[in-house]
Protein backbone atom coordinates (compact mmCIF):
# COMPACT_ATOMS: atom_id res chain seq x y z
CA UNK A 1 0.00 0.00 0.00
CA UNK A 2 1.59 3.72 -0.70
CA UNK A 3 1.26 5.95 1.96
CA UNK A 4 -0.70 9.30 1.91
CA UNK A 5 1.91 11.78 -0.76
CA UNK A 6 3.65 14.08 1.35
CA UNK A 7 3.99 17.40 0.22
CA UNK A 8 6.88 18.43 -2.24
CA UNK A 9 6.79 21.78 -1.23
CA UNK A 10 10.27 22.36 2.13
CA UNK A 11 9.24 23.65 4.88
CA UNK A 12 11.56 26.11 7.00
CA UNK A 13 14.85 23.82 7.94
CA UNK A 14 14.43 21.34 4.58
CA UNK A 15 17.37 20.77 3.05
CA UNK A 16 17.24 22.30 -0.37
CA UNK A 17 20.43 20.45 -2.51
CA UNK A 18 21.90 21.90 -5.32
CA UNK A 19 21.06 20.68 -8.73
CA UNK A 20 23.60 19.47 -11.24
CA UNK A 21 22.63 18.40 -14.73
CA UNK A 22 24.34 15.59 -16.40
CA UNK A 23 24.85 17.36 -19.73
CA UNK A 24 27.46 19.68 -17.57
CA UNK A 25 29.62 16.59 -16.56
CA UNK A 26 32.58 15.77 -17.83
CA UNK A 27 31.80 13.04 -20.07
CA UNK A 28 29.02 14.93 -21.43
CA UNK A 29 29.94 18.78 -21.30
CA UNK A 30 31.37 20.23 -24.60
CA UNK A 31 34.56 21.25 -23.07
CA UNK A 32 36.90 18.31 -24.34
CA UNK A 33 35.83 17.08 -27.65
CA UNK A 34 37.62 13.56 -27.50
CA UNK A 35 36.76 12.08 -23.75
CA UNK A 36 39.19 10.13 -21.62
CA UNK A 37 38.18 7.42 -19.28
CA UNK A 38 40.62 5.95 -17.21
CA UNK A 39 39.43 2.22 -17.22
CA UNK A 40 39.92 -0.64 -14.67
CA UNK A 41 41.94 1.33 -11.75
CA UNK A 42 40.00 -0.99 -9.49
CA UNK A 43 41.48 -4.47 -10.37
CA UNK A 44 44.94 -5.91 -10.11
CA UNK A 45 46.84 -5.86 -13.43
CA UNK A 46 44.32 -3.89 -14.69
CA UNK A 47 43.56 -4.65 -18.40
CA UNK A 48 46.74 -6.64 -18.86
CA UNK A 49 46.82 -10.58 -17.95
CA UNK A 50 50.68 -10.57 -17.99
CA UNK A 51 53.38 -11.97 -15.40
CA UNK A 52 55.29 -9.10 -16.23
CA UNK A 53 56.42 -6.24 -13.47
CA UNK A 54 54.93 -2.73 -13.42
CA UNK A 55 50.89 -3.90 -13.58
CA UNK A 56 48.44 -2.37 -10.83
CA UNK A 57 48.82 -4.34 -7.33
CA UNK A 58 45.87 -2.82 -5.75
CA UNK A 59 46.74 -0.87 -2.76
CA UNK A 60 44.61 2.02 -1.24
CA UNK A 61 47.80 4.36 -1.75
CA UNK A 62 48.24 3.23 -5.36
CA UNK A 63 44.49 3.72 -6.31
CA UNK A 64 45.08 7.53 -4.59
CA UNK A 65 47.85 8.34 -6.47
CA UNK A 66 47.07 7.51 -9.71
CA UNK A 67 43.42 8.80 -9.16
CA UNK A 68 45.48 12.45 -8.56
CA UNK A 69 47.52 12.07 -11.07
CA UNK A 70 44.84 11.14 -13.98
CA UNK A 71 42.74 14.02 -12.78
CA UNK A 72 46.16 16.46 -12.94
CA UNK A 73 46.60 15.39 -16.12
CA UNK A 74 43.30 16.24 -17.36
CA UNK A 75 41.21 13.07 -18.04
CA UNK A 76 37.45 13.45 -17.83
CA UNK A 77 36.48 10.08 -15.95
CA UNK A 78 37.66 6.55 -14.08
CA UNK A 79 35.83 3.77 -14.65
CA UNK A 80 35.85 1.05 -12.00
CA UNK A 81 34.82 -2.35 -13.09
CA UNK A 82 32.84 -4.82 -11.66
CA UNK A 83 34.66 -7.44 -11.38
CA UNK A 84 34.47 -10.14 -7.87
CA UNK A 85 37.57 -12.72 -8.59
CA UNK A 86 40.42 -13.22 -11.43
CA UNK A 87 39.69 -15.17 -14.83
CA UNK A 88 41.87 -18.37 -13.37
CA UNK A 89 43.48 -18.14 -10.47
CA UNK A 90 47.09 -17.90 -11.04
CA UNK A 91 48.24 -15.95 -8.52
CA UNK A 92 46.38 -15.04 -5.28
CA UNK A 93 47.53 -11.35 -5.29
CA UNK A 94 46.05 -10.91 -8.65
CA UNK A 95 42.39 -11.58 -7.30
CA UNK A 96 42.73 -8.06 -5.72
CA UNK A 97 40.02 -5.79 -6.75
CA UNK A 98 38.03 -3.19 -5.09
CA UNK A 99 34.21 -2.81 -5.66
CA UNK A 100 33.17 -0.44 -8.22
CA UNK A 101 30.92 1.81 -5.92
CA UNK A 102 32.75 2.21 -2.91
CA UNK A 103 35.89 2.63 -4.81
CA UNK A 104 34.02 5.49 -6.66
CA UNK A 105 33.10 6.90 -3.08
CA UNK A 106 36.66 7.16 -1.29
CA UNK A 107 38.14 8.58 -4.76
CA UNK A 108 35.09 11.13 -4.84
CA UNK A 109 36.60 12.62 -1.19
CA UNK A 110 40.31 13.20 -2.45
CA UNK A 111 39.61 14.45 -5.73
CA UNK A 112 37.79 17.66 -7.31
CA UNK A 113 36.93 17.65 -11.09
CA UNK A 114 37.23 14.16 -11.93
CA UNK A 115 33.84 11.92 -12.74
CA UNK A 116 33.46 8.45 -11.66
CA UNK A 117 31.64 5.61 -13.37
CA UNK A 118 30.87 3.17 -11.28
CA UNK A 119 29.91 -0.53 -12.64
CA UNK A 120 26.73 -2.00 -11.60
CA UNK A 121 25.87 -5.76 -12.05
CA UNK A 122 22.25 -5.07 -11.89
CA UNK A 123 21.61 -9.42 -11.11
CA UNK A 124 23.75 -8.79 -7.93
CA UNK A 125 21.59 -5.24 -6.65
CA UNK A 126 18.33 -3.93 -6.05
CA UNK A 127 17.46 -1.07 -7.23
CA UNK A 128 16.55 0.27 -3.79
CA UNK A 129 19.72 -0.34 -2.94
CA UNK A 130 21.73 1.15 -6.26
CA UNK A 131 19.22 4.54 -5.67
CA UNK A 132 20.32 4.95 -2.23
CA UNK A 133 24.21 3.90 -2.80
CA UNK A 134 24.06 6.31 -5.90
CA UNK A 135 22.57 9.49 -4.38
CA UNK A 136 25.05 8.93 -1.28
CA UNK A 137 28.54 8.85 -4.25
CA UNK A 138 26.78 11.85 -5.85
CA UNK A 139 27.03 13.99 -2.87
CA UNK A 140 30.38 13.21 -1.38
CA UNK A 141 31.24 13.60 -5.46
CA UNK A 142 29.39 17.26 -5.87
CA UNK A 143 27.46 15.88 -8.75
CA UNK A 144 30.09 13.68 -10.27
CA UNK A 145 28.49 10.49 -10.34
CA UNK A 146 27.88 8.20 -13.30
CA UNK A 147 26.59 4.56 -13.48
CA UNK A 148 27.55 1.93 -15.95
CA UNK A 149 24.78 -0.57 -15.57
CA UNK A 150 25.66 -3.92 -17.05
CA UNK A 151 23.45 -6.94 -17.30
CA UNK A 152 26.43 -9.15 -16.68
CA UNK A 153 27.80 -12.43 -18.18
CA UNK A 154 30.64 -13.99 -16.08
CA UNK A 155 28.91 -17.18 -14.54
CA UNK A 156 31.97 -17.88 -12.46
CA UNK A 157 31.63 -14.74 -10.44
CA UNK A 158 27.53 -15.13 -10.26
CA UNK A 159 28.14 -18.24 -9.18
CA UNK A 160 29.33 -16.95 -5.94
CA UNK A 161 26.25 -15.30 -5.28
CA UNK A 162 24.29 -18.71 -5.91
CA UNK A 163 22.86 -17.18 -8.80
CA UNK A 164 21.97 -19.33 -12.14
CA UNK A 165 22.93 -18.66 -15.76
CA UNK A 166 20.30 -16.43 -17.15
CA UNK A 167 20.50 -17.05 -21.29
CA UNK A 168 21.84 -13.80 -23.09
CA UNK A 169 18.59 -11.60 -23.77
CA UNK A 170 16.70 -12.43 -20.98
CA UNK A 171 19.67 -10.94 -18.60
CA UNK A 172 18.43 -7.48 -21.03
CA UNK A 173 14.72 -8.23 -20.02
CA UNK A 174 15.65 -8.52 -16.63
CA UNK A 175 17.95 -5.48 -16.89
CA UNK A 176 14.91 -3.16 -18.66
CA UNK A 177 12.18 -3.62 -15.97
CA UNK A 178 15.74 -3.09 -13.18
CA UNK A 179 16.22 0.70 -14.81
CA UNK A 180 12.45 1.19 -14.95
CA UNK A 181 12.08 0.79 -11.36
CA UNK A 182 15.42 2.26 -10.80
CA UNK A 183 14.57 5.34 -12.50
CA UNK A 184 10.85 5.85 -10.58
CA UNK A 185 13.17 6.07 -7.65
CA UNK A 186 15.39 8.79 -9.06
CA UNK A 187 12.28 10.56 -9.99
CA UNK A 188 9.60 9.90 -7.62
CA UNK A 189 9.44 12.13 -4.67
CA UNK A 190 5.71 10.41 -3.39
CA UNK A 191 6.45 7.05 -1.98
CA UNK A 192 5.05 4.53 -4.94
CA UNK A 193 4.83 0.43 -4.59
CA UNK A 194 6.60 -1.28 -8.07
CA UNK A 195 5.35 -4.76 -9.35
CA UNK A 196 7.21 -5.75 -12.56
CA UNK A 197 7.60 -9.08 -13.73
CA UNK A 198 10.93 -10.02 -11.88
CA UNK A 199 10.94 -6.73 -9.51
CA UNK A 200 8.76 -5.73 -6.28
CA UNK A 201 8.98 -2.81 -4.00
CA UNK A 202 6.47 -1.54 -1.75
CA UNK A 203 6.38 2.09 -0.47
CA UNK A 204 9.28 2.94 -1.89
CA UNK A 205 11.06 6.20 -1.54
CA UNK A 206 14.73 7.22 -1.24
CA UNK A 207 15.60 10.85 -0.18
CA UNK A 208 17.87 12.88 -0.91
CA UNK A 209 18.15 12.11 -4.72
CA UNK A 210 21.21 12.34 -6.37
CA UNK A 211 22.85 15.91 -6.91
CA UNK A 212 21.82 15.39 -10.62
CA UNK A 213 18.34 15.83 -11.62
CA UNK A 214 16.76 13.71 -13.01
CA UNK A 215 19.46 11.14 -12.70
CA UNK A 216 23.17 10.24 -13.06
CA UNK A 217 24.81 9.72 -16.21
CA UNK A 218 24.12 6.28 -17.27
CA UNK A 219 26.27 4.24 -19.59
CA UNK A 220 26.16 1.11 -20.46
CA UNK A 221 28.70 -1.40 -22.14
CA UNK A 222 26.68 -3.72 -24.40
CA UNK A 223 26.63 -4.04 -28.80
CA UNK A 224 24.66 -6.82 -29.13
CA UNK A 225 21.49 -6.17 -30.28
CA UNK A 226 19.33 -6.68 -27.16
CA UNK A 227 22.69 -4.42 -25.56
CA UNK A 228 21.91 -1.86 -28.24
CA UNK A 229 18.14 -1.96 -27.37
CA UNK A 230 19.26 -1.20 -24.10
CA UNK A 231 21.63 1.86 -24.54
CA UNK A 232 19.44 3.18 -26.62
CA UNK A 233 16.40 3.14 -23.82
CA UNK A 234 18.37 3.96 -21.49
CA UNK A 235 22.22 5.68 -21.80
CA UNK A 236 23.38 8.75 -22.35
CA UNK A 237 27.16 7.13 -23.58
CA UNK A 238 27.92 3.40 -24.63
CA UNK A 239 31.14 1.73 -24.37
CA UNK A 240 32.07 -0.91 -26.86
CA UNK A 241 34.35 -3.32 -28.40
CA UNK A 242 35.30 -3.33 -32.33
CA UNK A 243 37.49 -5.37 -34.15
CA UNK A 244 39.70 -2.78 -35.51
CA UNK A 245 40.64 1.04 -35.93
CA UNK A 246 39.88 0.10 -40.12
CA UNK A 247 36.46 -1.88 -38.99
CA UNK A 248 34.54 0.35 -36.33
CA UNK A 249 33.09 3.35 -38.24
CA UNK A 250 31.26 1.26 -40.63
CA UNK A 251 29.84 -0.67 -37.33
CA UNK A 252 29.67 2.71 -35.01
CA UNK A 253 27.01 3.89 -38.22
CA UNK A 254 25.13 1.10 -37.60
CA UNK A 255 24.49 1.66 -34.16
CA UNK A 256 24.24 5.30 -34.77
CA UNK A 257 21.37 4.47 -36.95
CA UNK A 258 20.04 1.98 -34.46
CA UNK A 259 19.85 4.74 -31.62
CA UNK A 260 18.67 7.22 -33.78
CA UNK A 261 15.38 4.94 -35.09
CA UNK A 262 15.38 4.29 -30.95
CA UNK A 263 14.14 7.89 -30.52
CA UNK A 264 18.16 8.67 -28.45
CA UNK A 265 19.96 10.72 -31.19
CA UNK A 266 22.35 12.27 -28.70
CA UNK A 267 24.01 8.34 -27.56
CA UNK A 268 27.57 8.93 -27.65
CA UNK A 269 29.47 6.29 -28.47
CA UNK A 270 33.08 5.70 -27.19
CA UNK A 271 35.74 2.61 -28.07
CA UNK A 272 39.13 1.83 -25.78
CA UNK A 273 42.22 1.79 -26.60
CA UNK A 274 45.32 0.43 -24.96
CA UNK A 275 47.89 2.55 -25.18
CA UNK A 276 51.55 1.33 -24.81
CA UNK A 277 53.65 3.94 -25.24
CA UNK A 278 57.45 4.25 -25.80
CA UNK A 279 60.26 6.77 -26.97
CA UNK A 280 60.74 4.68 -30.31
CA UNK A 281 58.33 2.73 -32.14
CA UNK A 282 60.37 -0.22 -31.42
CA UNK A 283 60.64 0.52 -27.58
CA UNK A 284 56.72 0.30 -27.67
CA UNK A 285 56.28 -2.70 -29.34
CA UNK A 286 58.97 -4.56 -27.51
CA UNK A 287 57.67 -3.75 -24.28
CA UNK A 288 53.57 -4.81 -25.66
CA UNK A 289 55.69 -8.37 -26.93
CA UNK A 290 57.96 -9.00 -23.46
CA UNK A 291 54.02 -8.32 -21.36
CA UNK A 292 51.34 -10.34 -23.74
CA UNK A 293 54.31 -13.12 -25.23
CA UNK A 294 57.37 -13.62 -23.66
CA UNK A 295 55.12 -12.69 -20.02
CA UNK A 296 52.00 -13.96 -21.05
CA UNK A 297 49.70 -14.68 -18.35
CA UNK A 298 48.37 -17.78 -20.55
CA UNK A 299 46.03 -19.50 -18.04
CA UNK A 300 44.15 -16.06 -17.27
CA UNK A 301 44.36 -15.31 -21.10
CA UNK A 302 42.80 -18.84 -21.90
CA UNK A 303 40.69 -18.83 -19.40
CA UNK A 304 38.85 -15.54 -19.90
CA UNK A 305 38.56 -16.01 -23.91
CA UNK A 306 37.02 -19.68 -23.14
CA UNK A 307 34.76 -17.72 -20.30
CA UNK A 308 33.40 -14.72 -22.49
CA UNK A 309 33.06 -15.97 -26.02
CA UNK A 310 29.46 -16.63 -26.51
CA UNK A 311 28.79 -14.65 -23.75
CA UNK A 312 29.44 -11.34 -24.07
CA UNK A 313 28.37 -10.78 -28.00
CA UNK A 314 30.64 -7.69 -28.54
CA UNK A 315 33.70 -10.02 -27.98
CA UNK A 316 33.13 -12.51 -30.76
CA UNK A 317 33.69 -9.35 -33.22
CA UNK A 318 38.03 -9.82 -32.37
CA UNK A 319 39.42 -11.54 -35.19
CA UNK A 320 39.96 -15.10 -33.89
CA UNK A 321 43.66 -14.61 -35.01
CA UNK A 322 44.66 -11.84 -32.52
CA UNK A 323 42.04 -13.08 -30.27
CA UNK A 324 44.66 -13.68 -27.37
CA UNK A 325 46.84 -10.94 -27.96
CA UNK A 326 44.07 -8.48 -27.66
CA UNK A 327 42.21 -10.35 -24.30
CA UNK A 328 46.28 -10.31 -22.58
CA UNK A 329 46.71 -6.73 -24.03
CA UNK A 330 43.77 -4.67 -23.41
CA UNK A 331 40.95 -6.95 -22.50
CA UNK A 332 40.20 -6.19 -26.36
CA UNK A 333 41.06 -2.57 -26.67
CA UNK A 334 42.33 -1.24 -29.63
CA UNK A 335 46.25 -1.53 -29.09
CA UNK A 336 47.85 1.69 -29.36
CA UNK A 337 51.73 0.74 -29.89
CA UNK A 338 53.87 3.25 -30.72
CA UNK A 339 55.38 6.60 -29.72
CA UNK A 340 53.34 9.71 -28.85
CA UNK A 341 52.65 10.54 -32.43
CA UNK A 342 51.29 7.27 -33.31
CA UNK A 343 49.29 6.70 -30.28
CA UNK A 344 47.66 10.37 -31.05
CA UNK A 345 47.33 9.04 -34.77
CA UNK A 346 45.23 6.24 -33.29
CA UNK A 347 43.24 8.73 -31.09
CA UNK A 348 42.63 10.52 -34.29
CA UNK A 349 41.61 7.76 -36.57
CA UNK A 350 38.95 7.00 -33.04
CA UNK A 351 37.16 10.69 -33.37
CA UNK A 352 37.72 10.96 -36.71
CA UNK A 353 35.60 7.55 -37.02
CA UNK A 354 32.56 9.23 -35.09
CA UNK A 355 33.65 7.93 -31.86
CA UNK A 356 32.92 10.75 -28.38
CA UNK A 357 36.29 9.52 -26.63
CA UNK A 358 37.26 6.33 -25.14
CA UNK A 359 38.00 4.09 -22.12
CA UNK A 360 42.10 3.97 -21.78
CA UNK A 361 44.19 1.47 -20.11
CA UNK A 362 48.15 1.04 -19.78
CA UNK A 363 50.51 -1.86 -18.68
CA UNK A 364 51.93 0.81 -15.89
CA UNK A 365 49.20 3.55 -14.81
CA UNK A 366 51.83 5.47 -12.82
CA UNK A 367 54.19 5.60 -16.09
CA UNK A 368 51.15 5.56 -18.28
CA UNK A 369 49.33 8.39 -16.76
CA UNK A 370 52.85 10.62 -16.72
CA UNK A 371 53.29 9.87 -20.67
CA UNK A 372 49.86 10.77 -21.70
CA UNK A 373 50.41 14.04 -19.34
CA UNK A 374 53.53 14.77 -21.47
CA UNK A 375 53.70 13.77 -24.69
CA UNK A 376 50.07 13.09 -25.74
CA UNK A 377 48.24 15.11 -24.10
CA UNK A 378 50.02 18.28 -25.74
CA UNK A 379 49.29 16.61 -29.43
CA UNK A 380 45.38 16.52 -28.95
CA UNK A 381 45.40 19.92 -27.38
CA UNK A 382 47.06 21.15 -30.44
CA UNK A 383 44.81 19.52 -32.89
CA UNK A 384 41.70 20.43 -31.12
CA UNK A 385 40.38 17.09 -29.65
CA UNK A 386 40.77 18.03 -26.32
CA UNK A 387 40.67 21.75 -24.02
CA UNK A 388 43.16 21.01 -21.40
C1 LIG B 1 34.44 -0.45 -21.42
C2 LIG B 1 33.73 -1.69 -20.94
C3 LIG B 1 33.60 -1.92 -19.58
C4 LIG B 1 32.93 -3.06 -19.12
N1 LIG B 1 32.85 -3.28 -17.79
C5 LIG B 1 32.29 -4.41 -17.32
C6 LIG B 1 32.27 -4.69 -15.93
O1 LIG B 1 32.76 -3.91 -15.15
N2 LIG B 1 31.71 -5.86 -15.51
C7 LIG B 1 31.15 -6.75 -16.38
O2 LIG B 1 30.66 -7.77 -15.95
N3 LIG B 1 31.13 -6.48 -17.71
C8 LIG B 1 31.71 -5.36 -18.18
N4 LIG B 1 31.74 -5.13 -19.54
C9 LIG B 1 31.10 -6.08 -20.42
C10 LIG B 1 29.73 -5.58 -20.81
O3 LIG B 1 28.97 -5.28 -19.70
C11 LIG B 1 28.96 -6.57 -21.66
O4 LIG B 1 28.74 -7.75 -20.95
C12 LIG B 1 29.68 -6.91 -22.89
O5 LIG B 1 30.09 -5.76 -23.57
C13 LIG B 1 28.82 -7.80 -23.78
O6 LIG B 1 27.55 -7.25 -23.97
P1 LIG B 1 26.71 -7.72 -25.21
O7 LIG B 1 26.68 -9.20 -25.19
O8 LIG B 1 25.36 -7.11 -25.04
O9 LIG B 1 27.41 -7.15 -26.43
C14 LIG B 1 32.39 -4.00 -20.04
C15 LIG B 1 32.52 -3.75 -21.41
C16 LIG B 1 33.18 -2.62 -21.87
C17 LIG B 1 33.28 -2.38 -23.35
Same mark, same amino acid.
Given at each position: ????????????????????????????????????????????????????????????????????????????????????????????????????????????????????????????????????????????????? !????? =?????? /?? &??? %? @????? +?????????????????????????????????????????????????????????????????????????????????? !????? =?????? /?? &??? %? @????? +??????????????????????????????????????????????????????????????????????????????????????? =??????????????????????????????
Amino acid at each position: MTQAPQSAVPAAGDVVDPVVSPKDTPILNDINKFKLVLLSLNTARGTTLTHGEGTLQITWDETVRIAKAAEKAGLDAILSIAHWKNWAQSRPQYDRMWDAITFAAGLAAVTERIQFFSTVHIPLFHPVMVAKMAATVDHIASGRL !ALNVV =AGWNQS /EF &GMF %G @LPEIE +HDKRYEYAAEWMDFLLKIFESDEPFDFHGHFLHGENVVSQPKPLQRPRPVIMSAGSSGAGMAFASKYADVNFGIYPSLEEFP !AILAK =AKATAT /EA &GNP %G @LKFCG +HGYIVCGDTEADAKKQFKYLVEDKLDRLSTETLTEMSMGKMHSVDVVAREHMYQQTAGGNWGFPLVGTAEQVFEGIKVMAEGGMAGM =AVSFPDYDEGVARYDETIRPLLIEAGLRKF
